[in-house]
């Protein structure tokens, strides 16, 4: 049977479960602040968020929860915002990147009518680069030596997809 893949607003029973894939090794390493989170920061976080600029939706396959998918800084004025998705670890490496972006593409232009998403990834974090390429997106530049890991400074790299652009769907 065919599976089925979705995007669906978070509920008070999957913070724990966004703790859990915060706090994921890979996860730490590919985002800006490297610290692990408690279920209490980031319930006391979760209030804070302006719903009017950033949206979260959980991935998921069937019924399972596979992804988090963040749309942040959304301008409806100028038709823009920025996104960001990371892949719970049981379900990494299987091939449903391309499905999860499609999906928040489609939210993008379709449902929230922008015209452009960009994105920041972490110089070194080539499985996203290579994902972001796949479903279409282009390189615009580089933030020179903005992340530091490890008493090195890495180069993170902002890419930029356009409404009408050919992606590859699988
Ligand atoms: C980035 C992330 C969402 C991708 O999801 P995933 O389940 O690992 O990716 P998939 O299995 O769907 O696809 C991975 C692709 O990368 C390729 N890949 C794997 N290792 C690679 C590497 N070292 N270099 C380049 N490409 C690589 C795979 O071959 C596959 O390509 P294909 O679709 O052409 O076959 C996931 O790895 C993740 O959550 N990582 C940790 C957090 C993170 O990096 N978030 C994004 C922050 S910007």
């Known amino acids: 049977m065919n599976k089925k893949f979705y995007l669906r607003q978070v509920n008070d029973l999957d913070h724990s479960w966004l703790v859990e894939l915060h706090n994921d090794p890979l996860v730490l ?44 800084k959304i301008d409806y004025i100028n038709k823009h915002c920025v996104l960001g998705a990371d892949i719970h ?22 449902n929230l009518d922008l015209h452009r998403v960009g994105l920041t990834t972490a110089a070194y974090n080539k499985i996203g680069q290579h994902v972001y390429r796949k479903v279409g997106f282009k ?4 933030i020179k030596e903005s992340l530091l890991r490890d008493s090195i400074y890495y180069d993170q790299i902002c890419m930029y997809h356009l409404k009408n652009w050919k992606r590859e769907v699988r």
Do not use: S
């Open 29 to 72: 390493k590919n985002i800006t602040n490297p610290t692990p989170i408690t279920l209490q920061h980031h319930l006391k976080w979760w209030e804070t968020i302006d719903n009017k600029k950033e949206i979260r939706n959980i991935f998921c396959i069937d019924n399972q929860r596979v992804g988090f998918c963040k749309f942040y």
């Open 89 to 110: 670890i049981n379900y990494r490496g299987m091939g449903y990147a391309n499905k999860m972006w499609n999906l928040m593409l489609d939210y993008c232009y379709e």
């Open 139 to 142: 390189v615009e530049g580089h």
